[in-house]
């Protein structure tokens, strides 16, 4: 929590298989504070893991940095690049027990404005001794239709062993996003890998090495607090990601490769690479560096993953055009199983996050509400030979297992007339859109609705799943490599586009891949309408 002041103050699912090369390891960019910072360092605070928002409205944000010592966080805010009549906020003092990161909150900002900030950090015993400042920018929400609104989304960072290579530019995707100049990012689940080692390289079935940037904490599975806040550093290492967090917020949200592949509470590991098997012991340490190391509402360092302060879902308003939902399929799911139970309350989202879904969204008023998901519905994604990891089991017949809360929250959003529903979700490491219709289904109490998939953006691709017709979908597109584990290099990565037109409200959903952004699929949706 910050204090505003007068203006004066200053597989997809596993680990790479490849054959590592025998060179030395890439050297790191000449960041300071690779490592965790010293608590007592000469010179002036540094910020040069950069800055970044999140959870942007119409009046409100969060950013974050991260120092390299302790210092007091400053955030100022202006109309203008120039900063001249700028509001101070004093943000909260950086220290180890949050890994010198923090989040200074914004309130009462104007709507429908660029809003430019600088952070500047403090010596906490001379508050006159302070660090070069960093900056960046983002849009508030229109109070109006106004412009419309554009995001991006996409997720599947640093997966299967492919992360930042120096020879390529690095996160070169990142870039393709930030020249389409969106309202926000929606990263929807496996920000890092934390179950995947990064080697310093790999060779291809095609003979050619992929090189990676390295660091000790990312030389094997997270286990400890320490190698989990490594784990979220690594990403940041790459210049692409930093100039896009400087201007594009971010709403975010986590799955299971922040802890480990295919996680559930109160799963014991059997897996040799860790010496810590509780997997609660480890989610923990996950969401508490999580919450050091992204600016999100309903968290704050430390905390735990509850259904009071610090859950993860969360509804983010971008004005009267949009709602994001943001769900947790991970924290609040049963175990995997063959899921062919026919009563099962707890299911993926937890009794009582799906009472708060249903909920906020007969609330809603905003002509979409965007639910963001970190697991597709209708695609069958398999854990081990008889269990499933997403929703689908392959049954085609009526809603058995975790089938049956999203049966429940579909006839919910039905009798309720609730309109401009959509989801959008990641995981899978390849791109397509369903279409959902009763008329193709055997659960068929809901209205036909529309699901887009999206993602990678730093691994390896995988083949096409298999589609369950409990829900009756229909595969519009698809594009996905056609063996497992295809690197960056071999098989393109993906992001997806939404763009709302302000006067007329129709929302647009673009697919797109990386190396300058072409559109590989696109459809246009009504406002108030079902069946499209």
């Known amino acids: 929590m910050s204090d505003r002041l007068p203006h004066s103050a200053p597989g997809r699912r596993s680990v790479l298989r490849g054959s590592v090369a025998a060179s030395a390891a890439v050297a790191l960019p000449a960041l300071g504070g690779a490592a965790a910072p010293a608590l007592a360092r000469s010179g002036r605070p540094g910020a040069d893991w950069g800055v970044q928002a999140g959870d942007v409205t119409a009046h409100s944000g969060l950013v974050w940095v991260r120092s390299d010592r302790p210092a007091r966080m400053i955030v100022e805010t202006s109309a203008t690049e120039s900063f001249k009549n700028s509001t101070t906020w004093r943000g909260p003092l ?16 104007p709507a429908g404005e660029q809003i430019h900030y600088r952070v500047v950090l403090a010596d906490p015993d001379d508050p006159r001794r302070t660090g070069r400042p960093v900056t960046g920018t983002f849009r508030t929400a229109e109070r109006g239709r106004g412009k419309g609104a554009r995001f991006v989304w996409s997720g599947d960072i640093a997966g ?3 992360g930042i290579n120096p020879d390529r530019g690095g996160y070169r995707i990142f870039e393709d996003m930030r020249r389409l100049d969106p309202d926000f990012f929606l990263c929807s689940g496996d920000t890092i890998y934390a ?3 990064i080697e310093s390289s790999v060779t291809l079935p095609d003979g050619r090495v992929w090189r990676n940037v390295t660091t000790d904490e990312k030389a094997k599975v997270a286990e400890t607090l320490a190698e989990f806040r490594g784990a979220f550093r690594y990403n940041l290492l790459d210049e692409n990601l930093r100039r896009f967090n400087a201007q594009v917020p971010g709403i975010v949200q986590w799955d299971d490769h922040e802890v480990c592949n295919n996680w559930y509470p109160g799963e014991i590991l059997d897996d040799e690479r860790y010496t810590e098997k509780d997997v609660d012991v480890l989610a923990a340490r996950s969401l508490r560096a999580f919450s050091e190391y992204f ?6 360092p430390g905390a735990g993953g509850q259904d009071t302060d610090g859950r993860m879902y969360r509804v983010v308003r ?7 939902f943001v769900l947790d399929m991970r924290t609040y799911r049963n175990e995997n199983s063959p899921g062919r139970g026919t009563d099962d309350p707890q299911g993926i989202l937890g009794e ?16 979409w509400k965007v639910i963001a998901s970190d697991m597709p519905l209708g695609l069958v994604v398999p854990d081990g030979d008889t269990d499933f990891e997403a929703v689908a089991q392959g049954d085609p017949g009526q809603p058995l297992g975790r089938e049956l809360q999203i049966a429940e929250l579909l006839r919910h959003i039905k009798r309720r007339r ?5 989801w959008l979700t990641t995981d899978v490491h390849y791109t397509s859109a369903q279409h959902y219709e009763p008329d193709r289904a055997a659960f068929q109490d809901f209205e036909p609705f529309w699901e887009f998939v999206s993602g990678p953006l730093a691994a390896g691709g995988f083949q096409a799943l298999k589609l369950d017709k409990t829900f009756g979908p229909r595969q519009a597109f698809i594009k996905a490599p056609d063996r497992a584990n295809t690197s960056p290099m071999e ?3 993906y992001f997806g586009e939404v763009d709302i037109d302000g006067s007329s409200g129709e929302l647009t959903v673009r697919l797109r891949q990386d190396g300058g952004g072409e559109v590989l699929f696109s459809k246009t949706l009504e406002p108030g309408r079902v069946g499209q």
Not at 94 to 109: E, S
Not at 352 to 367: D, N, T
Not at 418 to 422: E, P, Y
């Open 418 to 422: 609730i309109t401009g529903t959509l």
């Open 295 to 300: 600016p999100v509402s309903s968290l704050s």
């Open 160 to 162: 299967q062993g492919w």
């Open 94 to 109: 950086l220290g180890p027990g949050t890994d010198f990161a923090g989040t200074t909150r914004l309130r009462g900002l």
């Open 352 to 367: 009582r996050q799906l009472a708060w879904l249903k909920r906020e969204l007969s609330r809603s008023r905003a002509v």
């Open 318 to 324: 971008h004005g009267p055009l949009l709602d994001v």
């Open 195 to 197: 179950d995947g080692p």
């Open 491 to 493: 098989s393109p990565q």
